[in-house]
């Protein structure tokens, strides 16, 4: 018992100091599970915006072609001259939270949006353009099948991109 109270104060401290070292190691621990759960949140929600954008571009695509091919008594057709792209531009800088085959893919189907825009403008001419900005292309009848042709062939890699997203919901990304 003289030991004891000989040590006492220090089997108390011993006692404190490791009831204060387990808790620093518990909440660290935590902590980096809080982090690497907000990150997967972040780069999910990053994935669900890009997804939801490229699916409005694939569905606008899909029926641009359709009512460009439909057969019409009208002499012109009206083509906005701006992709959907506003999530993209504004999450441009956290695209490295994805993997590298959704970056490739992602990218190039946004560089694939925003050149279709322009080589429609270049196939119309600035006369065609109309609008208080611009923002609607005017296609006369001759140039719709090179327009179509245009949109079919960019369609396979917004395809591409929301596929990749697909397959990576869910991961932590890189």
């Known amino acids: 018992m003289d030991i004891f109270e000989s040590y006492q104060t220090f089997f108390t401290g011993f006692l404190g100091f490791t009831g204060v070292i387990i808790t620093m190691v518990v909440n660290a621990r935590h902590q980096s599970n809080l982090r690497l759960e907000e990150r997967r949140n972040e780069i999910n929600a990053l994935r669900v915006a890009l997804w939801a954008e490229l ?99 960019f369609l396979p890699d917004i395809v591409a991109a929301i596929k990749a997203i697909d397959q990576n919901y869910g991961s932590v990304g890189q």
């Open 55 to 153: 699916d409005a571009n694939r569905l606008a695509f899909e029926n641009r072609i359709q009512q460009l091919e439909e057969p019409s008594d009208f002499s012109y057709a009206l083509v906005p001259n701006q992709p959907i792209d506003q999530l993209y531009q504004k999450n441009n800088g956290h695209l490295g939270l994805l993997t590298e085959e959704e970056i490739r893919k992602v990218v190039k189907a946004y560089l694939l949006l925003s050149g279709l825009f322009y080589r429609l403008r270049i196939l119309v001419g600035t006369d065609n353009l109309i609008g208080i900005n611009s923002e609607i292309i005017r296609l006369d009848k001759s140039q719709r099948e090179i327009a179509i042709d245009m949109h079919k062939s």
